[in-house]
């Protein structure tokens, strides 16, 4: 098999390589600077305020006694709770729900805590599809 | 003593600093070999494409990575460019990510007009990936048809079609060379 090297493609690249600038080395290996900092950074950032207002979602809900409820529905009382200062004052109809942490079987042993009255249609259908261990009652 | 016996430990206790200061001697004359293509390396992986920073920033990164190495390895050039190309690609990703940055920083390195100077370079660069790699492995890292086909994986055929092809298309853009 012959080999297809050419020497004047080599010297013509080598020509033409010769006009770079030599290497630079810096005194910060790369890769250990602000490049990695910053991401870190935010990440950690992003981390920590996610982990702060879950933590605030989670409290909101437990103070209302709905801490057996799924995520988004925490989050919309929070939400209410930010703009109103209290759940009562959300919606127009005439309505009310109670919340038990109780199993489905054993609902019937604990008493029902109501929880919100007026509230928007929406949340209260999110309150009714709420499952593990909590029942909720729309009256 | 059992003489055999007596004879595995006086072997024993007097190979292992023998071998120590071979390893020691090897992973030197490693970094010295790494030492030399450092430059070969950077030209090469601006050869690729990079520009001569993020060159720079991978050739630096994989020269920390051979300095790390415990077991010298065969052909340093060969074995700090793919290193070197590997960290590039991933830079370059990163870029993508953040592009608005890189094109301000591209924008900001190309008013020193060498582009002109540089157009084999570019010619180079608009080559398919597996001959910009063969032809930086053979002309710019001097590396022999048999060493680019093992750097590459590929067999010493394929490296000596693929040089065939781009040597054509580079000697085309040269103004058709004889």
Sequence with gaps: MTDPYDALVQRSIAQRLALLPPARVRAVPPGRGHRRLVPAALAAILALSGALFASEVNAAAEAEGLGCVDAITKVQLWVAELTDGKLTLVGTRPASISVRSAPAPMAEAVPAVPVVAGAQPELEAQLARSGTGCVVEIR | ?178
């Design chain 2, 1 to 178: 003593m059992d003489p055999l016996a007596a004879l595995y430990s006086v072997t024993y206790l007097d190979a292992a600093p023998l071998t120590d200061a071979l390893a020691r001697a090897e992973r030197s004359s490693w970094l010295k070999d790494c030492e030399g293509a450092y430059d070969s390396v950077y030209r090469g992986i601006v050869a690729m494409g990079a520009t001569p920073e993020d060159a720079s920033d991978a050739v630096q990164e994989a020269f920390e990575r051979a300095l790390r190495q415990r077991d010298a390895k065969d052909r340093p050039a060969g074995w700090l460019f793919i290193v070197a190309l590997r960290i590039w690609r991933r830079q370059r990703w990163r870029q993508r990510l953040f592009m608005p940055l890189a094109i301000l920083r591209h924008a900001a390195s190309s008013e020193g007009g060498t582009e002109d100077r540089l157009d084999l370079l570019e010619q180079i660069r608009k080559l398919p990936d597996r001959q910009r790699q063969v032809v930086v492995a053979r002309y710019v890292l001097g590396l022999s048809q048999r060493e680019t086909a093992e750097l590459l994986g590929i067999s010493a055929g394929t490296v000596a079609s693929t040089t065939s092809q781009a040597n054509r298309r580079l000697r085309e853009s040269l103004g058709g060379l004889p």
